[in-house]
């Protein structure tokens, strides 16, 4: 929603303020698509040779992400929540053999299966359970288990900000494909240099809307684009951090009522269940989980 208002403001101030200023369209309107083709077409063509297969898919997802915003919602965390809640409950109540059969097969998990959006997130669900494996292996030493998760957090929150640096590497390079087009249309130009003042000027005018498109694209599109992918991107990482969080305050001996709210205190504020909201859902737990 905000992608969509956001683009009917850019065009409207940059396209209106040149309209009120008394500028005609028929330049840009004639001379745009050709430049468009050859500005944004060497961008994606740049884009395809600077990038992997998995940046490229990426990057498609992203384009997603940039008009829906992140996936995980108020719901999603204090679900998560109570997810852990549950785990670490058992595996303080009932032992480890207990807590085996969920970890190793969560799709069959009675726990898991409550969940369905988290269970279908696969970093998600693995990071809980490769951790809570590495617990019952007896690495019970929460300096090592943070040390590890903290790692593997860091792999993926790299490997995601791969195509929002590819986006922004994008915006960075129109500007200068918007001169490349431009100079060809002086080329063209110049080629036409015995042709009437008002012929060339008309021929200029549509080299300069190469210009013109190319800056435009990147810091009106592409580049406001790239950032707000790294924003959605860096929200998104916070609910993995908050496991994190739930499963090291678990392994130095809290409970798992006071585990969870320790997790509490790193969800995102505008997502954030109150203290009250979680233990109603804690207190509402189905007696399978």
Known sequence: MFLVIGLVIVFGMVFGGFALAGGHFDVIIHAAPLEF????????????????????????????????????KAQDYQDLLVLLFALTKTMKAKGVVALEAHIEKPEDSAIFKRYPKILKDHHATHFICDT?????????????????????????????????????????????????????????????????????????????VGTFLGVFLAYGIVGPMATRLTQVIDEEHQFYKIIMDVL??????????????IGRGSVPSSLAPSFAKLEEALNNMPNDA
């Open 37 to 72: 083709m050859m500005i944004f077409g060497a961008a994606i063509g740049a884009f395809v040779i600077g990038n992997s297969i998995e940046t490229i898919k990426a990057t498609g997802a992203g384009l997603g992400k940039i008009a829906g915003g992140p996936k995980w």
């Open 132 to 208: 809570l494996r590495m617990m019952t292996m007896n690495l019970d030493d929460p300096h090592q288990v943070e040390s590890a998760m903290e790692k593997q957090l860091e792999k993926h929150h790299h490997e995601a900000h791969s195509a929002s640096h590819a986006l922004q590497a994008m915006a960075d390079g129109l500007p200068a494909l918007g001169i490349v087009a431009a100079v060809l249309g002086i080329v063209k130009t110049m080629g036409a240099i015995t042709e009437p003042p008002a012929v060339l000027g008309g021929m200029i005018g549509k080299a300069l």
């Open 248 to 261: 090291v305050a678990h392994l130095h001996g809290n409970a798992a009522q006071v585990s969870v709210e």
